[in-house]
C-alpha cells in the first residue's frame, strides 16, 4: 500500500453554472493548463501534468462526442484519472467516455490490473473465450481454469466467456471467477442507468474482463489506488458523477481553484462585432403630447 498522503484536491461545487465547452484541441489545452497546478498535485511521482494534458488533448481530437462535453467535466475526469495515477487511452489503462455533455473516466480492466500490481501483494488476469476456443472452469477446493485458443480468437462477436485470475503473493491456490456472457450482459442490465449510451456498447471486451476483474479483486489486498479505482469504475456503471476528495470517492464534480473562473476563461476566440451606439432619441412634439 501506498505510503503517499492522499491528495486533497482544491475545489468548489458549481451546481447549476452554465456549462463551457471547447470546440478545437488548442481551446481544451489551454483550458486544461491553467488549472495544471492541480493536476500535478494529484499525480504519483513516475507521471507529469503535461503529459495528462496531451492524453487528453489527444482523446479530445480523436472522439467527437467528446468535443460535445463540458470544459469541466472534462477537467474532472483528468483529475480523476491522475489521482489514480491511470493514464487515459494509453494501453486500455483508463478511458474518457462522453455521454450526455458529461464527461466520466473510466479505469480499464489493463489500468486495475496495473494497480494491483503496483501494491507487491498480489497479481491479476484476465481472458475471453471465443466460439471454437476449448475451454475448462471448475470451482472447488482446488479450482480449474483452463483455456487454449482457436481460429475465432479475439473476434468481439463470438465472445462466449470471460474470466479473471488474482493471486496473493505466496498463496498456492489463485482466486478465480469465469461469466458466460449472457451473465455478463444481465449484470450490466441490471445496473445499467444510461441506457444504450453505456460504455459497453463500445468496449465490448474491455466491459466483460472487467466485469469477472471487479469480482477477484474483492478478495485481494488493496491499496487505496486500487480501492478507489473499484469505486469509480462502480460509479461508472450507474451514471453517478464522483469525485475524490482526501483519498476518499464522493459524489460530485470539482473544479480547480486555480482556474480564474469558467465563466471568465479566455478563449480565442473573435470578439463579436460591436453594436452601433444608439442614435439619441428626438424629442416627442408638441402635438403627440397633447
Given amino acids: 500500500m501506498s505510503n503517499a498522503k492522499p491528495?486533497?484536491?482544491?475545489?468548489?461545487?458549481?451546481?447549476g453554472q452554465q456549462a463551457l465547452t471547447l470546440s478545437t484541441p488548442k481551446e481544451l489545452a489551454g483550458f486544461l493548463t491553467r488549472s495544471k497546478t492541480s493536476i500535478a498535485a494529484a499525480l504519483p511521482a513516475h507521471l507529469n501534468p503535461d503529459r495528462m494534458i496531451r492524453l487528453a488533448v489527444t482523446c479530445f481530437s480523436q472522439n467527437p462526442a467528446l468535443q460535445r462535453c463540458s470544459a469541466v467535466s472534462i477537467f474532472s475526469?483528468?483529475?480523476?484519472?491522475?489521482?489514480l495515477g491511470l493514464e487515459p487511452g494509453v494501453a486500455g489503462q483508463g478511458y474518457l467516455i462522453p455521454y450526455k455533455g458529461k464527461c466520466t473516466f473510466v479505469p480499464g480492466w489493463q489500468g486495475l490490473v496495473g494497480l494491483l500490481n503496483n501494491t507487491g501483494r498480489a497479481t491479476a488476469w484476465t481472458g475471453?473465450?471465443?466460439?471454437g476456443d476449448q475451454f475448462q472452469f471448475?470451482?472447488?477446493?482446488?479450482?480449474?481454469?483452463r483455456h487454449i485458443p482457436g481460429i475465432n480468437y479475439g473476434d468481439e462477436d463470438k465472445m462466449t466467456w470471460a474470466y479473471a485470475c488474482?493471486?496473493?503473493?505466496?498463496?498456492?491456490?489463485?482466486?478465480?471467477?469465469?461469466?458466460?456472457?449472457?451473465?455478463?450482459?444481465r449484470h450490466r442490465d441490471a445496473h445499467n442507468e444510461v441506457g444504450e449510451k453505456h460504455y459497453?456498447?463500445?468496449?465490448?471486451?474491455?466491459y466483460a474482463r472487467k466485469v469477472v476483474l471487479l469480482q477477484v479483486l474483492k478478495y485481494m489486498p488493496k491499496s487505496v489506488e486500487v480501492a478507489n479505482a473499484i469505486e469509480v469504475s462502480h460509479a461508472a456503471e450507474t451514471g453517478r458523477v464522483v469525485k475524490i476528495d482526501d483519498g476518499v470517492v464522493i459524489d460530485g464534480e470539482i473544479?480547480?481553484?486555480?482556474?480564474?473562473?469558467?465563466?471568465?476563461?479566455?478563449?480565442?476566440?473573435?470578439?463579436?462585432?460591436?453594436?452601433?451606439?444608439?442614435?439619441?432619441?428626438?424629442?416627442?412634439s408638441t402635438t403627440n403630447l397633447l
Avoid at 475526469?77 to 489521482?83: G, P
Avoid at 488474482?166 to 450482459?185: H, L
Fill in 138 to 145: 471448475e470451482l472447488g477446493a482446488y479450482p480449474i481454469l
Fill in 166 to 185: 488474482a493471486r496473493v503473493n505466496g498463496a498456492e491456490t489463485p482466486v478465480i471467477e469465469a461469466w458466460p456472457m449472457e451473465r455478463i450482459w
Fill in 128 to 131: 475471453v473465450v471465443y466460439e
Fill in 7 to 15: 491528495y486533497k484536491p482544491k475545489y468548489e461545487d458549481r451546481q
Fill in 200 to 206: 459497453s456498447y463500445k468496449n465490448r471486451e474491455m
Fill in 77 to 83: 475526469s483528468l483529475l480523476i484519472a491522475s489521482q
Fill in 255 to 284: 473544479v480547480s481553484k486555480d482556474d480564474p473562473g469558467i465563466d471568465d476563461y479566455p478563449l480565442d476566440r473573435q470578439d463579436p462585432t460591436p453594436m452601433p451606439e444608439p442614435a439619441p432619441a428626438s424629442e416627442p
